[in-house]
């Protein structure tokens, strides 16, 4: 079983930082991608930004220059830098990782529980 574990969420006022963390625990062979998406309310999920696990980056572009992704492959973390943080920010953020669990299997998608960040005008 692999579980993925976000942290990090809260209210903040716009032009305000939080830092989500994401650590992936169980059996865990390698991580390939890890990201991060969000969902608004009556609004589809959307990705944020993802990091491959030679550290290629990729961000939508309402973020860029924003916010910054990263990880710790020793560690199976992945983080999300967020700053001006603006009211449009405001979703549940969730975490993805495609996570290989031995040698002979391939990549499955796992998704943590959500984290809200809640951006105040």
């Known amino acids: 079983q692999v579980q993925l574990v976000e942290s990090g969420g809260g209210l903040v006022q716009a032009g305000g930082s939080l830092r989500l963390s994401c650590a992936a625990s169980?059996?865990?062979?390698?991580?390939?991608?890890m990201g991060w998406y969000r969902q608004a309310p009556g609004k589809q999920r959307e990705l944020v930004a993802t990091?491959?696990?030679?550290?290629?980056?990729n961000y939508v572009d309402s973020v860029k220059g924003r916010f910054t992704i990263s990880r710790n492959n020793a560690k199976n973390t992945v983080t999300l830098q967020m700053n001006n943080l603006k009211p449009e920010d405001t979703a549940v953020y969730y975490c993805?990782?495609?996570?290989?669990?031995?040698?002979?299997?391939?990549?499955?998608?796992?998704w943590g529980q959500g984290t809200q960040v809640t951006v105040s005008s």
């Open positions: 169980g059996r865990i062979f390698r991580i390939n991608n």
């Open positions: 990091i491959t696990n030679g550290g290629s980056t």
């Open positions: 993805n990782a495609a996570i290989i669990s031995s040698y002979w299997t391939g990549a499955t998608d796992q």
